[in-house]
């Protein structure tokens, strides 16, 4: 088992920067690939970046990349995404999940691969 709980949210302006934090406890973070996904309202929740165990890979969403950067301190048990020229369309709730095992398959974007999930964070970017 994994918990995991997002922070970090907020109400900025577009072109402002945030940084979201995932804290994890229970099973051993440090051997679990980790993911952000977002969900707007009337959406389906979409995948943003992906790390695996350490931080070895990482993928992005065509629509973030250059923007937003995911990163993870195994040592204290915490995944990070900064969040870079913020646009109105980033407005999302932000959740982390964790996957069964350490390494990112091609299944690295697949909501079904991930099996823990936080109970988000709301980013709300103004125009």
């Known amino acids: 088992q994994v918990q995991l709980v997002e922070s970090g949210g907020g109400l900025v302006q577009a072109g402002d920067s945030l940084r979201l934090s995932c804290a994890a406890s229970g099973r051993t973070f440090s051997s679990v690939a980790m993911a952000w996904f977002r969900q707007a309202p009337g959406k389906e929740r979409e995948f943003v970046g992906a790390?695996?165990?350490?931080?070895?890979?990482?993928y992005y969403a065509d629509s973030v990349k250059g923007r937003f950067t995911i990163s993870r301190d195994n040592a204290m048990n915490r995944l990070y995404l900064r969040m870079n020229a913020l646009k109105p369309e980033d407005t999302a709730g932000y959740y982390c999940a964790a996957k069964g095992t350490g390494r990112l398959g091609s299944d690295y974007d697949d909501i079904r691969a991930y099996g823990y999930w936080g109970q988000g964070t709301q980013v709300t970017v103004s125009s």
């Open positions: 790390i695996s165990w350490n931080a070895g890979t990482t």
